[in-house]
C-alpha cells in the first residue's frame, strides 16, 4: 500500500480526540457538522452516531472510496470528493477540521477561511487545528512528497487573530516528538482549538488580514 493508503488504513477507527467531544457538547440545535478532510472517516462515525448530519469532504479520491463503502446505507451522512477551495459549505452548527487546514493553499486560506466563519450559525462551533513553524512539515528540508506538496503554518498569534468574534473554548498547544501512523518520525507543532461563533459575529465574518505564511 502507499503512505496514504496505510494512513486511511491506521486511522479509520482512530480514538476520537477530547476536543470533539468537548465540540460537540456545545453544540446547538440543528445538529449539523461539515468534516472538512475527513479521511477515512473517524469523525463522521462519531457524528453521524451521535445524531449529526454530516457534511464530509476530502480531496484524496480513497479518502471518499473508503467513507463511501463505510456510510453509503446512511442517509445523515453526505460525502464529497472536493478541495477546500472549490467546496462549497453549506450551512452548519460544527465545523471540524482537524490537521487538514493544513494542506490548505496559502492563497486560498483567506477565502476559505470565510466560507467557515460564514457557514456556521451563529454560536456554531469551531473545532480543528493549525500547523506550528517547528513541526517537521513546515521545515524547509522537509521532503513535501512525503506529506503534501503545499503546507500552511502559522504563529501561535496568527492563530489567534483568526478568532476574533469567537469565544475560544479550549486553545492547546501540542509540542513533542514521536511517529506518524505510517512508522515515520515526526516532531509535532500543532495549535488545537475548539471556538464558539458569537451570536452577533463582526462585520459579516471579515476577516483580519490575511496571516504572514511561512510557507
Given at each position: 500500500?502507499?503512505?496514504?493508503?496505510?494512513?486511511?488504513?491506521?486511522?479509520?477507527?482512530?480514538?476520537?480526540?477530547?476536543?470533539?467531544?468537548?465540540?460537540i457538547?456545545?453544540?446547538?440545535?440543528?445538529?449539523?457538522?461539515?468534516?472538512?478532510?475527513?479521511?477515512?472517516?473517524?469523525?463522521?462515525?462519531?457524528?453521524?452516531?451521535?445524531?449529526?448530519?454530516?457534511?464530509?469532504?476530502?480531496v484524496?479520491?480513497?479518502?471518499?472510496?473508503r467513507?463511501?463503502?463505510?456510510?453509503?446505507?446512511?442517509?445523515?451522512?453526505?460525502?464529497?470528493?472536493?478541495?477546500?477551495?472549490?467546496y462549497?459549505?453549506?450551512?452548519?452548527?460544527?465545523?471540524?477540521?482537524?490537521?487538514?487546514l493544513?494542506?490548505?493553499?496559502?492563497a486560498?486560506?483567506?477565502?476559505?477561511?470565510?466560507?467557515?466563519?460564514?457557514?456556521?450559525?451563529?454560536?456554531?462551533?469551531f473545532c480543528?487545528?493549525?500547523?506550528?513553524?517547528?513541526?517537521?512539515?513546515?521545515?524547509?528540508?522537509?521532503?513535501?512528497?512525503?506529506?503534501?506538496?503545499?503546507?500552511?503554518?502559522?504563529?501561535?498569534?496568527?492563530?489567534?487573530?483568526?478568532?476574533?468574534g469567537?469565544?475560544?473554548?479550549?486553545?492547546?498547544?501540542?509540542?513533542?516528538?514521536?511517529?506518524?501512523?505510517?512508522?515515520q518520525?515526526?516532531?509535532?507543532h500543532?495549535f488545537?482549538?475548539?471556538a464558539?461563533?458569537?451570536?452577533?459575529?463582526?462585520?459579516?465574518?471579515?476577516?483580519?488580514?490575511a496571516?504572514?505564511f511561512?510557507?
Amino acid at each position: 500500500m502507499s503512505q496514504r493508503s496505510d494512513y486511511f488504513a491506521a486511522t479509520e477507527n482512530r480514538r476520537i480526540r477530547d476536543d470533539l467531544v468537548l465540540a460537540i457538547a456545545n453544540v446547538a440545535e440543528p445538529k449539523v457538522a461539515v468534516d472538512c478532510g475527513c479521511g477515512a472517516g473517524a469523525d463522521i462515525h462519531y457524528l453521524a452516531e451521535n445524531g449529526f448530519v454530516v457534511h464530509g469532504f476530502d480531496v484524496e479520491e480513497e479518502a471518499i472510496a473508503r467513507c463511501q463503502a463505510r456510510f453509503g446505507h446512511r442517509d445523515n451522512v453526505h460525502l464529497s470528493q472536493s478541495s477546500f477551495g472549490a467546496y462549497p459549505f453549506p450551512r452548519a452548527s460544527l465545523v471540524v477540521a482537524d490537521a487538514s487546514l493544513f494542506f490548505c493553499p496559502k492563497a486560498e486560506f483567506p477565502a476559505v477561511w470565510k466560507n467557515i466563519c460564514e457557514c456556521l450559525h451563529p454560536q456554531g462551533i469551531f473545532c480543528g487545528s493549525f500547523l506550528g513553524p517547528e513541526d517537521t512539515m513546515a521545515s524547509p528540508a522537509c521532503n513535501a512528497a512525503d506529506f503534501w506538496p503545499v503546507t500552511a503554518v502559522f504563529e501561535e498569534q496568527e492563530v489567534l487573530a483568526l478568532f476574533a468574534g469567537f469565544e475560544i473554548l479550549r486553545f492547546k498547544v501540542h509540542q513533542y516528538s514521536g511517529t506518524t501512523p505510517s512508522g515515520q518520525p515526526h516532531d509535532w507543532h500543532i495549535f488545537a482549538v475548539v471556538a464558539k461563533k458569537a451570536a452577533r459575529h463582526p462585520r459579516a465574518n471579515r476577516l483580519p488580514d490575511a496571516p504572514a505564511f511561512h510557507r
